[in-house]
């Protein structure tokens, strides 16, 4: 299986301000296809999870232009660049290059200081 | 739109059994990828199982032998047959959409419904 492996599992951060989580793979992402499934999902308190970004750098519809994705290989960043207070949650890297047997982060709790 | 509306959690003992549904709308099950995913109280996200468009199954090694995925085309629902249930079983349940573009998965986990809990307790 795939080991996903965040940094870090907290973050408390300032309103207005950016945060960044990073997401580490235990094998490369990248898929015979020359695609790279890397998903990052938002899980707001008490709500579902929810698709953020998808094959590293693509925002799902509706998601604000403030979530960005970055990386390659084994390694990936999602990064808020103005963080608000709909933003607190706990977020997730997920991988879908060993489909269908999906991995997930352990999850960054983002919280407002 | 699409919604996924999951239902039949509950309290149950262990070595019981539980089944759980997933009614879809907004698009048809068997024109996606369809996935069970829990999380444990207070725990992160662990992927269960998945049924393919063409009906084919796939378990996570937790649960193989125990869980049976399912659907029903005419009511547009899937379904989580949970047998010898464990308290470690004990979650929220979630159904997710993996959707098809091109007879093949997009590898995303696109709508989630709302989950149910599931309690294996005595």
């Known amino acids: 299986d795939i080991v996903m492996t965040q940094t870090p599992l907290y973050s408390p951060v300032t309103l207005g301000q950016p945060a960044s989580v990073s997401c580490r793979s235990s094998?490369?992402?990248?898929?015979?296809?020359?695609?790279?499934?890397l998903s990052w999902l938002q899980q707001r308190p008490g709500q579902p999870p929810r698709l953020l970004i998808y094959?590293?750098?693509n925002r799902f519809s509706g998601v604000p232009d403030r979530f960005s994705g970055s990386g390659a290989g084994t390694d990936f960043t999602l990064k808020i660049s103005r963080v608000e207070v709909e933003d607190v949650g706990v977020y997730y890297c997920?991988?879908?290059?060993?489909?269908?047997?999906?991995?997930f982060g352990q999850g960054t709790k983002l919280e407002i200081k | 739109e699409v919604q996924l509306v999951e239902s039949g959690g509950g309290l149950v003992q262990p070595g019981g059994s539980l089944r759980l549904s997933c009614a879809a709308s907004g698009f048809t099950v068997t024109s996606s990828y369809m996935s069970w995913v829990r999380q444990a109280p207070g725990k992160g996200l662990e992927w269960v199982s998945l049924i393919y468009t063409g009906g084919s199954t796939h378990y996570a090694d937790s649960v193989r032998g125990r869980f049976t995925i399912s659907r029903d085309n005419s009511k547009n629902t899937l379904y989580l047959q949970m047998n010898s249930l464990r308290p470690e079983d004990t979650a929220i349940y979630y159904c997710?959409?993996?959707?098809?573009?091109?007879?093949?998965?997009?590898?995303?986990?696109?709508?989630w419904g709302q989950g149910t809990l599931v309690t294996v307790s005595s």
């Open positions: 094959k590293i750098s």
């Open positions: 094998q490369s992402l990248v898929h015979s296809d020359g695609n790279t499934y």
């Open positions: 997920m991988q879908g290059t060993q489909f269908p047997f999906y991995t």
């Open positions: 997710a959409r993996d959707q098809s573009h091109n007879a093949r998965a997009t590898r995303q986990l696109d709508y």
